[in-house]
C-alpha cells in the first residue's frame, strides 16, 4: 500500500474541481509553502499546485500564508537600518527603459531610504533592474546584511531574490518549463524583507490590485499604493490616467492620477540603457523620460506622507528632479 505523500491533501484542496475545491486558509498555505520552501515537496506535485492556483488567481489568504512562511524562514539581521519604502522590481522592462529606477535614485538622493527587492532573467527579452543598476554604477547587495550597509551609505539598495530566498528564485525560473507565470510572481513581491512601513506595488494585470492590496492588509502592512504600471513595473506612464489603489495607516483610499502629458509623445524606445544615465546628467533632453521620473516619484511621496495631495507630490518631485546632483546617481558612501 502506497502511503499518500504529505504535500497531496493541499494540491487536492484546490484542485478538485469547480464544485469541491476550494482556496487554501492562510494557515494551510503557510504549512504548504513550509513545504515548498524547504523542498519537501515534489516536482510534480509542485507543477500541479502552482498551474492551479495560477489559473484559479491566488487570493488575499493564501499570498498571506505565503508572505509569513517566507519571512519566517529569512535570516534577518539584528541591527538592520530603518527604511522608508519598500520597492519590489520582478518584471522588467520590454517596451520603455526602466525610468523607475531614476525616480527611486532621486529620492535616495533626497534622503528617503529606498530598499528595492527584485529578480530577473524568468522572462526573455526584457530588461531588469539588475542589468541596469550594474551598468549604473549601483552595488547590489548579496544579502540582507549587506543591504543594510548599502541603505546606510546611499539610501538605497538593490537585493536580488535569488540573494535572500534562492528557493523563490528557483521556482519563478519553472516558467520556462510551466509556459506560464508562477503565483511566485505575486506573493514574492511582497516579501519586504527590511519591514519597511511603506510598499511601493504594481501590478501588469489590474485584477491583481485587489489581492495585493487584501493581502497587505491581513500582513498588517499600514502604508501601501498598488497600481498599473508601465511593463509591470513601479512607473507612472505618464500619457495615461492611473488608479491608485492604497492603504493609509491600514484605511483603504483610492484616487486617478490626471495625465502629465500627451500620449503623442510617448517615444519608441530601443532599450539602450546608456540613455538613463544620459537623461540623468542632462546631455539628453527626453519629455517622457522626465514625466515618468517625476509621476512615478510623486506617487512615492504621496505614499509615505511628505505630500498632502496630488499637486504638492508633483511639485516636490519636480523640484528634485530640477536640482538632481547630475554628476552621480548615488549618495557619497
Not at 502511503?3 to 487554501?24: D, T, W
Not at 498598488?226 to 484616487?255: C, M
Not at 540603457?273 to 533632453?285: K, M, Y
Request: glycine share 8%; net charge negative.
Amino acid at each position: 500500500m502506497t502511503l499518500e505523500h504529505p504535500f497531496a491533501q493541499y494540491v487536492r484542496i484546490i484542485g478538485r474541481g469547480p464544485n469541491l475545491s476550494r482556496p487554501l486558509s492562510e494557515q494551510e498555505m503557510y504549512d504548504a509553502a513550509r513545504m515548498i520552501l524547504e523542498g519537501r515537496v515534489e516536482p510534480l506535485q509542485l507543477g500541479a499546485f502552482l498551474c492551479i492556483l495560477r489559473v484559479r488567481t491566488e487570493v488575499a489568504e493564501e499570498g498571506a500564508g505565503f508572505v509569513r512562511a517566507t519571512r519566517d524562514m529569512l535570516d534577518i539581521p539584528g541591527d538592520l537600518p530603518e527604511v522608508d519604502i519598500d520597492w519590489s522590481s520582478y518584471s522588467g522592462k520590454k517596451r520603455q527603459l526602466p525610468w523607475f529606477l531614476l525616480a527611486a535614485l532621486m529620492l535616495a538622493q533626497n534622503g528617503i531610504r529606498v530598499a528595492m527587492q527584485g529578480t530577473e532573467g524568468h522572462t526573455p527579452g526584457r530588461t531588469y533592474s539588475r542589468e541596469v543598476l550594474e551598468y549604473l554604477d549601483v552595488p547590489i547587495a548579496r544579502s540582507i546584511a549587506q543591504g543594510g550597509e548599502h541603505i546606510q551609505a546611499h539610501n538605497f539598495c538593490y537585493l536580488p531574490l535569488a540573494n535572500f530566498m534562492p528557493r523563490l528564485q528557483e521556482i519563478l525560473e519553472l516558467k520556462s518549463i510551466l509556459g506560464v507565470r508562477s503565483p511566485v510572481n505575486t506573493f514574492a513581491r511582497m516579501i519586504n524583507p527590511f519591514s519597511a512601513p511603506n510598499e511601493m506595488q504594481t501590478v501588469f494585470h489590474p485584477n491583481y490590485r485587489d489581492v495585493h492590496r487584501e493581502t497587505a492588509t491581513l500582513l498588517g502592512q499600514k502604508n501601501m499604493a498598488v497600481f498599473k504600471g508601465e511593463g509591470g513595473e513601479a512607473e507612472r506612464r505618464p500619457g495615461k490616467p492611473v488608479l491608485v489603489q492604497s492603504l493609509h495607516d491600514g484605511a483603504l483610499d483610492e484616487e486617478t492620477w490626471p495625465p502629465l502629458i500627451d500620449e503623442a509623445t510617448t517615444p519608441n524606445e530601443t532599450m539602450d540603457i546608456s540613455r538613463l544615465r544620459a537623461v540623468w546628467d542632462g546631455s539628453v533632453i527626453d519629455p517622457y523620460a522626465d514625466a515618468a521620473v517625476i509621476g512615478t516619484a510623486a506617487i512615492a511621496l504621496k505614499l509615505i506622507g511628505r505630500a498632502k495631495d496630488q499637486d504638492e507630490a508633483i511639485a516636490q518631485a519636480t523640484q528634485m528632479w530640477e536640482t538632481r546632483n547630475k554628476e552621480r546617481l548615488i549618495t557619497a558612501a
